[in-house]
T-cell receptor, first 116, second 114 residues
Framework: AQSVTQLDSQVPVFEEAPVELRCNYS??????LFWYVQYPNQGLQLLLK??????LVKGINGFEAEFNKSQTSFHLRKPSVHISDTAEYFC??????????????FGAGTRLFVKA | DAGVIQSPRHEVTEMGQEVTLRCKPI?????LFWYRQTMMRGLELLIYFNNNVPIDDSGMPEDRFSAKMPNASFSTLKIQPSEPRDSAVYFC????????????FGDGTRLSIL
């Protein structure tokens, strides 16, 4: 069974500083990986996704993530954060099940606080 | 292109009452998901549909919860009777086909049961 672990529940950081939000997963088969962002009073929005190919994936708002198969990680990074990046970030893993359907598992979320 | 549309955005009702949450997925999407989000439990998958057919309802907490998808453009999540512990934000999401497609979320319904 797959699982997704977001190692930090909250990450405070000063404006213009770099940030890394960590995500590890466990799965016995090939997976697809996603990062979503949730702003207050809104639903989740896709930031970026890894399907195949280059392990460094660039997303919206200056975020990027690197897929590391050997460490089963998909950490999210941004070199310089803005106040507007304050939100909750979810890592998600999707894999095909034996039944032919697919299942997506979301991590517990990491709340990013950007301070002035 | 309109996104996933949920209604109502907010619902406040007394325990014991029936609550119906509504969702219109993105046109052409063949998967529809219902989630519940709380501070304590985070984001929980309740049920999902493929081509209007329920595929996995193992996340539905109790028989008080039911979901239907009568056609490709509409789904409901019903709670009857409602209880204070059902208070949460309920999200609907839709996606197109396969496992490598992201889910598109609505803005949620904030439900408060008094």
């Amino acid at each position: 069974a797959q699982s997704v672990t977001q190692l930090d529940s909250q990450v405070p950081v000063f404006e213009e500083a770099p940030v890394e939000l960590r995500c590890n997963y466990s799965s016995s088969v090939s997976v697809y990986l996603f990062w979503y962002v949730q702003y207050p009073n809104q639903g989740l929005q896709l930031l970026l996704k890894y399907l195949s190919g280059s392990t460094l994936v660039k997303g919206i708002n200056g975020f990027e993530a690197e897929f590391n198969k050997s460490q089963t990680s998909f950490h999210l990074r941004k070199p310089s954060v803005h106040i507007s990046d304050t939100a909750e970030y979810f890592c998600a893993v999707s894999e095909k099940e034996d039944t032919g359907g697919f299942k997506t598992i979301f991590g517990a979320g990491t709340r990013l606080f950007v301070k002035a | 292109d309109a996104g996933v549309i949920q209604s109502p955005r907010h619902e406040v009702t007394e325990m014991g009452q029936e609550v119906t949450l509504r969702c219109k997925p993105i046109s052409g999407h063949d998967y529809l998901f219902w989630y519940r989000q709380t501070m304590m439990r985070g984001l929980e998958l309740l049920i999902y549909f493929n081509n209007n057919v329920p595929i996995d309802d193992s996340g539905m907490p109790e028989d008080r919860f039911s979901a239907k998808m009568p056609n490709a453009s509409f789904s409901t999540l019903k709670i009857q009777p409602s209880e204070p512990r059902d208070s949460a934000v309920y999200f609907c999401a839709s996606s197109l086909g396969t496992d490598n497609q992201p889910q598109h979320f609505g803005d949620g319904t904030r439900l408060s049961i008094l």
